[in-house]
């Protein structure tokens, strides 16, 4: 089964400053991971996802990641934050099913001060 | 383009009393739905997922159901709500040929409380 931890439930940075947000995964196949961003009382909405080739990946909003398999991380950076960055971020494997499933992580709220 | 809608946006209701939510997704045909709940500064849990019409399947015995009475809409219910019922619903699809590499898409929510 596969699971996807995030480490720091709370980070905060100041505006113009790296975001960094951690995520560690375990699998017993080959993972496809995502993030996702949600705003206050709003649906999630897809940053970006890895599947196969290359393991940097860019997404919306400026944010990237890279996949680590010798790590088993996939870790959500922006080399400037800005206010609207400010939400919850969630990592997420999907399943290896065609059922499209996906398992995520606890999430990890963002406050970027300025 | 793809769209996903979910009502009521927000909802009070009492103990023991019935649940319905309704979802519905356009632009797309035969997509994968599912039903998420997002308890207060938790991650998300999947309630049920569906591949097709008629088709539930449930990742958490509890007193809520969910059917899915055409291609396109997926509900949830009970017959009678518990104060544990209480969160974030969130209804989503991801498109039913796109197997493992597909993303989920999530409509607006609907937030519940039990009172």
């Known amino acids: 089964a596969q699971s996807v931890t995030q480490l720091g439930s709370h980070v905060s940075v100041s505006e113009g400053a790296l975001v960094l947000l951690r995520c560690n995964y375990s699998?017993?196949?080959?993972?496809?991971l995502f993030w996702y961003v949600q705003y206050p009382n709003q649906g999630l909405q897809l940053l970006l996802k890895?599947?196969?080739?290359?393991?940097l990946v860019k997404g919306i909003n400026g944010f990237e990641a890279e996949f680590k398999k010798s790590e088993t991380s996939f870790h959500l950076t922006k080399p400037s934050a800005h206010m609207s960055d400010a939400a919850e971020y969630f990592c997420?494997?999907?399943?290896?099913?065609?059922?499209?499933?996906?398992?995520f992580g606890d999430g990890t709220t963002l406050t970027v001060k300025p | 383009s793809q769209t996903i809608h979910q009502w009521p946006a927000t909802l009070v209701q009492p103990v023991g009393s019935p649940l319905s939510l309704e979802c519905t997704v356009e632009?797309?045909?035969?997509?994968?739905l599912y039903w998420y709940r997002q308890a207060a500064g938790r991650g998300l849990q999947l309630l049920f997922y569906s591949v097709g019409i008629g088709q539930i399947s449930s990742e958490v015995p509890q007193n809520l159901s969910a059917s899915r009475p055409q291609d396109r809409q997926f509900i949830l219910s009970s017959k009678k709500l518990l104060l544990s019922d209480s969160g974030f619903y969130l209804c989503?699809?991801?498109?039913?040929?796109?197997?493992?590499?597909?993303?989920?898409?999530f409509g607006p929510g609907t937030r519940l409380t039990v009172t």
């Open positions: 699998s017993s196949v080959p993972p496809y």
């Open positions: 989503a699809w991801s498109d039913g040929t796109g197997g493992k590499t597909t993303a989920v898409y």
């Open positions: 997420a494997v999907s399943d290896n099913t065609n059922a499209g499933k996906s398992t």
């Open positions: 632009g797309t045909s035969n997509p994968n």
């Open positions: 890895y599947t196969t080739g290359a393991t």
